[in-house]
């Protein structure tokens, strides 16, 4: 398990009861072991942070990006983050809101096709590849 601050937790649940609806979409389709058989957590207190989805299993932190990410400081803090999530040996993706709702099926082939590489096993219910990788509309963090 990794290290989170457990007076994080009330504010993790606030979060889950307060998904956004592409967070909501997502979850929708991670829950209940749907990508190769590994457990994902929604809302999860990671470090000092709360990162929308969490993959032990293969050391894997998804996040979804609403508008207020996109300007510079806004990126400049979710730099910093990814890095010290990095510090820990996690590895962060991230989408946008976007992304997420009309392209789900692209999504869910990027998170299996990274996490094929670190932990997810293969199986019947993991999607296709997705092209999101070679079009260069993922931020992918290491």
Known sequence: MQPYRKDLK??????RAAMTEAEQHLWRRLRGKQIGGVQFY???????????FYCPAAKLVIEVDGSQHFDDAAKTKDGERDAQLASIGLHVLRFDDRQVLQETENVLGVIFEWGGETGIPP????PPSAPLLQRGELRLCA
Not at 10 to 15: D, E, G, K
Not at 42 to 52: E, N, T, W, Y
Not at 123 to 126: A, Q
């Open 10 to 15: 009330p504010y993790a649940r606030n979060l």
């Open 42 to 52: 929604r809302q999860k207190p990671l470090l000092s942070f709360i990162v929308d």
């Open 123 to 126: 199986g019947p219910r993991n």
